[in-house]
């Protein structure tokens, strides 16, 4: 049974920044051919946002396991989850960043959730993962741990 599940699409404006490719490549095409500059440009954004929303990872929370892209921990070695917002997040991403962390994060999504991974034979010693509902993340984490 799935707790919680998200997948990390890319935001509108993120899609709408893409489409600065368009002009650039016109730029880079006209002195050839306008038409070609024209046709490039739109396969280029095109190309370019369906392999964003093609290769969004998945984070979903099972009573068996979590799943974060393409890593998966069983649910008795996940430990205690935090959701962090703003500075905090953004501390979470930088200074304090371990580098041995498993990372799922996306630029577009601000928010992240610590989950500390409870296996000590793991090297990984916690996965940071980007979330738009951070608390629903943790609480889903919270209620696959306690069985309920």
């Known amino acids: 049974m799935t707790l919680y599940r998200e997948r990390l699409w890319p935001s509108v404006g993120l899609l709408v920044a893409l489409l600065l490719v368009v002009p650039a490549c016109i ?19 095109l190309g370019s946002a369906l392999l964003l929303i093609v290769t969004s990872p998945v984070i979903e929370v ?3 396991s979590l799943k974060a892209g393409r890593a998966s921990l069983p649910i008795g ?17 930088g200074p304090v960043l371990d580098t041995r962390a498993w990372l799922v994060i996306r ?8 989950i500390e ?11 940071l993962v980007s979330s738009r509902r951070p608390d629903a993340l943790v609480q889903a984490v919270a209620q696959a741990r306690s069985g309920a």
């Open 77 to 93: 070695m996940v430990g205690d989850a935090t959701a962090y917002e703003g500075e905090d997040a953004t501390k979470q991403r």
């Open 62 to 64: 099972t009573r068996e």
């Open 27 to 45: 730029l880079v095409f006209q002195p050839i051919n306008p038409t070609v500059g024209v046709i490039v440009a739109i396969a280029l954004y």
């Open 107 to 114: 630029g577009w999504i601000p928010p992240v959730v610590r």
């Open 117 to 127: 991974v409870a296996d000590s034979a793991d090297p990984t010693p916690y996965w």
